[in-house]
DNA sequence: CCTTTTTAGTTAGCCGGCTAATTAAATAAT
DNA sequence: ATTATTTAATTAGCCGGCTAACTAAAAAGG
């Protein structure tokens, strides 16, 4: 089959930048994760509503977007899912009858250690093989890299 | 309000995870390149179709699918719209009636440019106020924590 | 007080991703 | 040759994400 150079298929420059690495690792990443987290009845992308959560349970529908960095639209189908899993609970907001606010069942709270450990895993999994100083390197270039695509991501 | 402690909502220990800054990194990235994608009519995912096709037209499904760390289903969905907006274009297989062949038609060929230019835009806001060294080091480091992540990925 | 504007969420509908179950063709086994 | 098995792709249905369009309450202005 020696076609006139067919059939060599190099591989494609946009396939060696970083940019295209890190989408790579992007989506393997979400897929090792998503793993771990189906033991627990989680799909990937619950994790960080929990995670918002335990640390400020009580969030509006609004502000718990706003930490996601995701739509309004987005909250509202995935509040409805965690609710009938009986993981988080909507009440309406006193103050304000336009919102409500999210509020964590006890489901919802005895998740945090097995999550936490999802976490965990999918990092020792992530980094096996990297020295400390590397894992340091690592961690401190994501950070930088973030504020670069989420301007003003200091404090989240 | 002064609760028993309340209110003070120190950030959770699991957003100082790499694995949970890797996770934001990827949202970030995927909309960042959504973003400048969307100028050519295209959504996240359907450029690494367009990559695979660039360096190798006439793939079989299966083969596409494995290519992309993808599962089959999500194939058939994607080429399904591809074909519809005339970028691709899906023959039988004539040595295996069970299989086809993608085949890019002259419009997603004519998307090469300007999507290698889209991630080439896209490395620039990621990278921006990274050192050369920097670069190469977070390069490599995304290359090395993929291999952890897709075992056997070092050919793709 | 009433009107206008802003803000908070929802609905509808699309896309990329997944799993589970199905169809149909190719291959292996008898 | 017939049967059993494996393989290729599709369908159905779910989930996270998005945009656009809408509803309803709050806030601002007159």
């Known amino acids: 089959m020696g076609g006139a150079g067919n059939g060599v298929a190099r591989t ?61 639209p987005t909250v509202t189908k995935m509040l409805r899912r965690l609710e009938g899993c009986g993981i988080v609970e909507r009440r309406p907001d006193p103050s304000d009858a336009r919102s409500f606010r999210v509020y964590l069942t006890p489901e919802g709270r005895a998740l945090e250690e097995p999550v936490a450990d999802c976490w965990e895993r999918s990092e020792e999994r992530l980094l096996a093989g990297l020295s400390e100083e590397e894992r340091r390197t690592f961690y401190g270039l994501l950070v930088r890299v973030r504020s670069n695509l989420v301007p003003g991501c200091g404090s989240r």
């Open 12 to 72: 494609h420059p946009v396939k060696r930048r970083t940019s295209f690495a890190l989408a790579k690792v992007c989506k393997a990443h979400r897929g090792s994760i998503g793993e771990l987290l189906a033991e627990h009845g989680l799909h990937p992308g619950q994790e960080m509503v929990l995670v918002e959560l335990w640390e400020s349970d009580g969030l509006r529908g609004g502000e718990l977007a706003v930490r996601l960095g995701v739509e309004p």
